[in-house]
Every structure is written in C-alpha cells, then in structure tokens.
C-alpha cells in the first residue's frame, strides 16, 4: 500500500508540472499577441507630415497675391502693347535698375 501512496503522489506532481507548464505556455502567447497586435497597430498609423515655408517664401507668396489683386487698367496695357510694337516704346535702365533693387529689398527684408 504505500507504494501506491508514492505512484499516487508523484502523478499528481507530474499533473502539477504539466498544467503549470501549460499555463506559462498560455500566458507567453498571450503577451506575444498583444505585443504583435500593438505593432501592427503603429505600423497601419498613418504618419503626420508638415510643411513650414521660410520667411522669404511667406514675403514672396504676399507678393503674388498682391500682383494678382492688383486692378489692371486695360486701357494702359493696350497703349504700352503698341508702343512695343512699333517699337516707340524706350526703357530708361536708370529707372528700371532702381525699381528691381526694390523688389529685391522687398523681397529678402533688406533696406535700401
């Protein structure tokens, strides 16, 4: 009868071993899921993009809305047309040289 005793008793603490194997199994497949489910998670994140424009860019993009806003008088663009086109129309570089340093100066922030 006692050999029964220890044959019982060792069955049970093989059970023992086995289930709490079975449960560590459980639990690390467990924390393996949860981990792969928060990566795919991140990678499907779609990923945030942004744009900055340079103080430069800001002042020329003012420019162009400015031109665009600007009333146009038609009348003036048809005389100043056939003037170039019959060639009476002169440009003074004086004038114009000074007219494109303050653009520039516009432009890029600097005075003249």
């Known amino acids: 009868m006692s050999v029964n005793n220890i044959n019982s008793n060792s069955g049970n603490l093989n059970k023992t071993q086995v289930d709490n ?5 459980q639990t690390q ?4 899921s949860q981990a792969d489910k ?3 998670q991140a990678a499907a994140a779609p990923r945030q993009d942004s744009v900055s424009l340079t103080q ?8 162009q809305k400015k031109g665009t ?8 663009v048809d005389r100043l047309k056939k003037a170039v086109q019959s060639g009476e129309y002169r ?8 007219k494109i340093a303050k653009l520039e100066a516009e ?6």
């Open 56 to 63: 430069s860019a800001q002042q020329l993009a003012q420019m």
């Open 107 to 112: 432009l890029f922030g600097v005075k003249s």
């Open 69 to 76: 806003d600007a009333p146009v008088s038609q009348e003036k």
């Open 29 to 32: 497949n467990q924390a393996s």
């Open 38 to 40: 928060a990566s795919a």
């Open 91 to 98: 440009v003074n570089p004086e004038v114009l040289a000074n």
């Open 21 to 25: 194997q079975k449960l560590n199994q």
